[in-house]
């Protein structure tokens, strides 16, 4: 890190004179919910960050199991931040709860609804939808039909209100689409696509012309603004 320091100031000094807008965040910190995570080497970090006047603050990445988790990076990052620093939020996410029912069976209304066969699991229902895409309201009523995604539907909402009651969040970022086809999605993929606002490899054109969508998400993403 140290090494680097020199070529962030030269940088900025001959680009963007003595009153540069731009402003420096150390990241991302990732997994802090796990207390291991939280170690002298990431201590270490914090304090290069807070004791570097170049720096304005650091980045979290909240891809967590549940919102008590995500507290835990603000509760490891705010006490080591300078008065004058902030912190970045540019992704946050419940992947970590996702992940946990790949293998759960679909519920039996969703299954009943639309004839696919009783106990199918989730990701089957995930990797039938990427080679085949749904349409947008099967979509979201497949999302919906799952407790554990139901049951968070404020996950966004909650989160961004939590990040701003810090009084230290500088920008949080949410992620907008789906990155690409999935047609190889089975019980070990990582199921970034229940996060993503636009779906379009998994459902097709929704209401109005636009991407098929998570409805959830792109309701309460208008609502964070």
Not at 70 to 79: I, S
Not at 107 to 129: L, R
Request: aromatic share 12%.
């Amino acid at each position: 890190m140290q090494g680097r320091r020199p070529v962030n100031r030269n940088v900025r000094g001959a680009r963007g004179g003595t009153d540069c807008k731009t402003a420096l965040y150390m990241g991302a910190l990732n997994g802090l919910e796990d207390p291991a995570n939280q170690n002298a080497q990431t201590k270490r970090w914090m304090t290069f960050a807070a004791g570097d006047t170049d720096i304005a603050g650091v980045d979290i990445h909240p891809h967590v199991p549940g919102i008590d988790a995500a507290q835990k990076y603000t509760d490891f990052v705010l006490p080591y931040l300078r008065a004058d620093q902030k912190f970045l939020a540019t992704e946050f996410s419940l992947i970590k709860l996702w992940r946990q029912h790949m293998g759960d069976p679909v519920d039996a209304a969703f299954t009943s609804a639309y004839g696919t066969p009783a106990g199918t699991p989730v990701w089957q229902v995930i990797h039938n939808a990427a080679n085949r895409p749904f349409t947008e309201q099967k979509w979201n009523d497949f999302l919906l039909s799952n407790t554990w995604f139901a049951n968070h539907k404020t996950f966004i909402r909650n989160e961004m209100a939590r990040l701003r009651d810090t009084g230290r969040l500088a920008v949080a970022g949410y992620g907008i689409t789906q990155g690409g086809p999935i047609p190889d999605f089975d019980a070990n993929s990582s199921p970034w696509v229940l996060n993503s606002i636009f779906c379009p490899y998994v459902c097709g054109i929704g209401t109005g012309g636009l991407p098929g969508r998570d409805r959830t998400w792109a309701a309460s993403f208008r609502a964070a603004q």
